[in-house]
């Protein structure tokens, strides 16, 4: 029963999510709003809900763990398993503003997220404006030299919409993400109390895998259809967004303090460690590209981390 309250709750997170979108691009569109800063903001920040409003939620009933193991299990799960499932149905060619952008500024967070962690296991205030701040710095970089990379990420379907179903979409969305992140913290502690383990073996195997499987389904359907809709690129944005924005949010509403230290001596290095060897599997044996050997590298690593976090 709790693990078909933690479906359908993710069910509800990924359409409310999508409504989301869809209902801010339309407004932004029909406000006139251009596409560039419609892709920096609004975009981002709808893509991101449901960790958001999880983590949130979490944190400000005491569930912490939960919270910090969703972002740092999902960072995990987006390089290792998303990634390596979709270089098996073909390769991925690479932007130079993968070393020059992406790669650093994804380090760059994971690092900051350890240190601020390490220092007194606990995210406080200052911090989560720390780590928004350097969001806005990061966007506002994308704005002025990687526009192309941004308008690439809108959604192609962005017809207007009448105000009424803009309305419709805005509201279903809201309650979407509202009542799937209720039914998934609900069910994701329920079955943490039935098998006996903590709330962040839940948070960084079941939680992080269900948050990723909108960029899976995305990643895949991309690559089968030979589109650049979906990059490493954009898979790293969306690392770099879960730590500055959803835990730095987060951290601005309430403090996150580590429960579990397993977070801090092994999950995180894992997220730090599978962060790193993206650089050397894009350089070697062949430089700006990834392919199906590399995927089999990715996969194996996320079944040691799954493994050995059990």
């Known amino acids: 029963m709790n693990f078909l309250l933690i479906v359908v709750g993710l069910v509800l997170l990924i359409l409310g999510g999508n409504w989301l979108l869809k209902s801010a691009v339309a407004l932004s569109l029909k406000l006139d709003i251009p596409k560039i800063v419609i892709g920096m903001t609004v975009v981002s920040f709808a893509t991101s809900a449901p960790e958001l409003i999880v983590s949130v939620k979490a944190a400000l009933i005491g569930k912490s763990d939960l919270a910090l193991g969703n972002v740092i299990g999902s960072n995990i799960a987006n390089l290792g398993l998303v990634l390596g499932i979709t270089l098996l149905f073909g390769k991925m060619e690479i932007q130079k503003s993968f070393y020059k952008t992406d790669w650093p500024v994804m380090m760059i967070a994971s690092v900051i997220l350890y240190y601020f962690l390490s220092n007194d296991n606990t995210i406080v205030f200052y911090e989560g404006v720390i780590l928004f701040m350097l969001l806005i710095v990061f966007l506002v970089y994308l704005l002025r030299f990687q526009k192309t990379a941004v308008i690439d990420e809108l959604p192609e379907d962005d017809e207007p919409l009448p105000t009424y179903k803009i309305v419709l979409f805005l509201v279903i969305g809201g309650l979407g993400l509202w009542g799937g992140s209720e039914l998934l913290i609900n069910g994701a502690t329920a079955l943490a109390q039935d098998f006996g383990v903590s709330d962040r073996l839940i948070a960084v195997t079941v939680v992080s895998i269900g948050t990723s499987i909108p960029e899976l389904a995305a990643s895949i359907i991309a690559v089968i259809k030979k589109e650049k809709a979906i990059s490493l690129g954009n898979l790293i944005g969306s690392n770099v967004f879960n ?68």
């Open 243 to 310: 730590i500055l924005a959803v835990l730095g949010i987060t951290s601005m509403i309430t403090d996150v303090p580590v429960t579990d230290l397993r977070l801090l001596t092994n999950d995180i290095f894992w997220m730090l460690g599978i962060s790193f060897i993206i650089l050397p599997l894009v350089f070697l044996p062949r430089g700006y590209r990834l392919n199906w050997k590399d995927g089999v590298v990715l996969l194996i690593s996320y079944g040691v981390f799954v493994y050995m976090t059990m």
